[in-house]
């Protein structure tokens, strides 16, 4: 195998699939990238068998081959050429030469027939198309609310609930759970998936601020996303999902209507006193106005803040872990925020104002905590 590449061109796309190589494996050809040169492109292939990345380059090839090169010590080389005509040849069993302008260097490489099959999906799979940008905003909108939890491997991944009218991913914890939906994907019928938050991060990173659409292709057990000239492929989480839409409060009469931001940095200063195991904060609800309180008398600690505010319905006192509350807040990019409360044992609905429910596609839900 011989190639000619750009040094830059090559760093740029082992970066990309350098997130699949696991930091740990029983399987050391795993610790290698596959590379495969033919038809004027270079393929390059990481995996650690849950998630496969992929990616091709267009280089000048001098002759076709396959190879697993060694994945940590090819990248800090290339980290460390400037970008430049780089020679990459197959001499002898066992090693390939990297030749750059004023200098060279050998390392190991193993047979290709060593690297694992990788497995994709079946002919019956189906497809949907998600524009980059609103699958990596419903990704960063979701993926906060995501569990970790051995007892339920479904709450540990984003579900993707595909419709013939719109898509809603979703992620709950069992605290809060939080919906992004979005009409600029549908299908033919509905389907769904979940996909684990580990390979969600890594496409999120792939895609953010892209262009163009990202093709997504599934059957019952893996996941193919395809992107310009990057693939990823990943094992799916099966299992079944909650019934969420039940949880959604639909008749919370009690509402609050406030400024996002405002809300925001006045629960972050009052929660500097909350007790560090709990992270309570009280929230003392009346017609136009809002008080919001901590404590911790274990330490004498203590904040109070009141803000003028819409308030509508009945006086109401209610408690919410702060922590799962600044997640929601900090992850909405409306400015008017609207809280639903029905008494202080139910969850509250978090929605953007009614003026920027076309614009503003999430909703949060936060089950509140016992207060005295």
Known sequence: ???????????????????????????PILENFLFVAGEGRLEMTASDQELTLRTSIPVDVKEGGSIAVPARQLTDLLKALPDQPLTIKTKGEGSFECIWNNGNSSLPYFPAADYPEIKGVGEDAEEVSFPAQTLADGIGGTIYATADDEMRPAMNGIFFDIDTASTTLVASDSHKLICYTTPDVKAAQKSSFILHKKPAAVLRSLVDRGEGDVTVRFDGSNVVFTYGATTMICRLIVGKYPKYREVIPQNNSNVLRIDRVQLLNTVRRVSVCANKASNHVKFNLAPGQLEITAQDLGFALAAYEKLECDYSGEELAIGF???????????????????????????????????EAESEKICGILMPIMIS
């Open 321 to 355: 872990k702060s922590s799962f509350l600044v997640d929601i807040l900090n992850n909405m990019s409306c400015e008017t925020v609207v809280m639903k409360f029905m008494d202080a044992r139910r969850a509250a609905l978090i929605i953007p104002s009614e003026e």
């Open 1 to 27: 195998m011989e190639f000619i590449v750009s040094s830059a061109e090559l760093l740029k796309g082992v970066m990309n699939v350098s997130k699949a190589i696991p930091a740990k494996t029983s399987l």
